[in-house]
T-cell receptor, first 111, second 117 residues
Framework: KQEVTQIPAALSVPEGENLVLNCSFT??????LQWFRQDPGKGLTSLLL?????REQTSGRLNASLDKSSGRSTLYIAASQPGDSATYLC??????????FGAGTQVVVTP | GAGVSQTPSNKVTEKGKYVELRCDPI?????LYWYRQSLGQGPEFLIY????????DSGLPNDRFFAVRPEGSVSTLKIQRTERGDSAVYLC???????????????FGPGTRLTVL
């Protein structure tokens, strides 16, 4: 059974520091991996989607890597800003697109 | 609208009552997913529709939960005899399946917060 774990559960950094968020999964037979952002009381916003054949994806200050064989993904956010404060969720998909999520990392960026 | 919409945004009900939660996916998206998110947890899969049919309902917790998508667009999640443990945020997502199948990015609605008293 697939299990997705995110470490740490919470993270607080001063503005300007780089953020490193970790995601691990137990079954490497994934179709894709997706990173989401969730603001309090809101739905999920997709940040990056990495196909299983890819090693990384980049969008602006965000970069996500994927190592399928070791069951790991890392989300890097460069030069963090207070507006980056949110909960970040990673999820792996099967071929149907069904997402299995980790519990998330709650990030606070202090001015 | 451009995104996935869900109604109502909040629903408070009493234990034992019946509720319906609605999802309007992005126009043209053939795949629709329902998830449930409890406080402090990631969303958990409930059911997946491809067109009008439920392709995978393995995440529905019991037979009090049922979902339909009669015309392949709007979907309704129905919960009978609600229990306090059903309290959660119910999220809907849609994606566009290509002709060759495979997975496309999922876009989420804002969710419905269900509170069972």
């Amino acid at each position: 059974k697939q299990e997705v774990t995110q470490i740490p559960a919470a993270l607080s950094v001063p503005e300007g520091e780089n953020l490193v968020l970790n995601c691990s999964f137990t079954d490497s037979a994934i179709y894709n991996l997706q990173w989401f952002r969730q603001d309090p009381g809101k739905g999920l916003t997709s940040l990056l989607l990495i196909q299983s054949s890819q090693r990384e994806q980049t969008s602006g200050r965000l970069n996500a890597s994927l190592d399928k064989s070791s069951g790991r993904s890392t989300l890097y956010i460069a030069a963090s800003q207070p507006g980056d404060s949110a909960t970040y969720l990673c999820a792996v998909t099967d071929s149907w697109g069904k997402l299995q999520f980790g519990a998330g990392t709650q990030v606070v960026v202090t001015p | 609208g451009a995104g996935v919409s869900q109604t109502p945004s909040n629903k408070v009900t009493e234990k034992g009552k019946y509720v319906e939660l609605r999802c309007d996916p992005i126009s043209g998206h053939t795949a629709l997913y329902w998830y449930r998110q409890s406080l402090g947890q990631g969303p958990e899969f409930l059911i997946y529709f491809q067109g009008t049919g439920a392709a995978d309902d393995s995440g529905l917790p019991n037979d009090r939960f049922f979902a339909v998508r009669p015309e392949g667009s709007v979907s309704t999640l129905k919960i009978q005899r609600t229990e306090r443990g059903d309290s959660a945020v119910y999220l809907c997502a849609s994606s566009q399946k290509g002709l060759a199948g495979g997975y496309n990015e999922q876009f989420f609605g804002p969710g419905t917060r269900l509170t069972v008293l």
